[in-house]
């Protein structure tokens, strides 16, 4: 069974520092590329960016409104997946998704999330 | 970056009624599109890939087509367990965007 489990949310104050991680489990992680996405309290979901996988270097891409400030990064011999978010802003408040990219389909499979609280 | 504008932004159907949603987007891209389903509280779940493939273990009655910038997400007989929010999503180029959401409400 396809597991994904997030932690390391919580409460941090504007221009703090917070790192998430993500468990997977019941499949191969160093074969997917994996990613993050947020969804703020009551609104839309927000794609925050994507790391590939060994065979394609471990390159990243991340959504403008991150980029510079947010670094995703990943162990395959843990099989983790690594949020680290520096600058942080009250609208980086949200619930942040880990999400594995499908070989087939696109972001097939979800945690259940964590929820990031950036306010003073 | 490509904007997913989907329509409506709300919608109150009954038990077996046939629902459907759409979402355009704001340059061609070709099938990559995904639907999902959000209950509240919950984490999305894959409904539709690549415009018109059903993920395994989704009721048949939920259908996806389209190409281009155009695409549909069809709910051929609503059933109480579809009372939820869907999101569209592109895939063909970064950054990935989402739809803002349908919430499909009980008539």
């Known amino acids: 069974e396809v597991q994904l489990v997030e932690s390391g949310g919580g409460l941090v104050q504007p221009g703090g520092s917070l790192r998430l991680s993500c468990a997977a489990s019941?499949?191969?992680?160093?074969?997917?590329?994996m990613d993050w996405v947020r969804q703020a309290p009551g609104k839309g979901l927000e794609w925050v960016g994507r790391?590939?996988?060994?065979?394609?270097?471990?390159?990243?891409e991340y959504a403008a409104s991150v980029k510079g400030r947010f670094t995703i990064a990943r162990d395959d011999s843990k099989n983790s997946l690594y949020l680290q978010m520096n600058s942080l802003k009250t609208e980086d408040t949200a619930v942040y998704y880990c999400?594995?990219?499908?070989?087939?389909?696109?972001?097939?499979?979800w945690g259940q999330g964590t929820l990031v609280t950036v306010s003073s | 970056a490509i904007q997913m504008t989907q329509s409506p932004s709300s919608l109150s159907a009954s038990v077996g009624d046939r629902v459907t949603i759409t979402c355009r987007a704001s340059q061609g891209i070709r099938n990559h599109l995904g639907w999902y389903q959000q209950k509240p509280g919950r984490a999305p779940k894959l409904l539709i890939y690549?415009?018109?493939s059903l993920q395994s273990g989704v009721p048949s009655r939920f259908s996806g087509s389209g190409s281009g910038t155009d695409f549909t997400l069809t709910i051929s007989s609503l059933q109480p367990e579809d009372f939820a929010t869907y999101y569209c999503l592109q895939d063909f180029t970064y950054p990935l965007t989402f739809g803002g959401g349908t919430k499909v409400e009980i008539k």
């Open positions: 690549t415009a018109s």
């Open positions: 999400v594995r990219e499908g070989i087939v389909a696109t972001l097939d499979f």
């Open positions: 790391t590939r996988n060994k065979v394609n270097s471990y390159t990243t």
């Open positions: 019941g499949f191969i992680f160093s074969d997917h590329y």
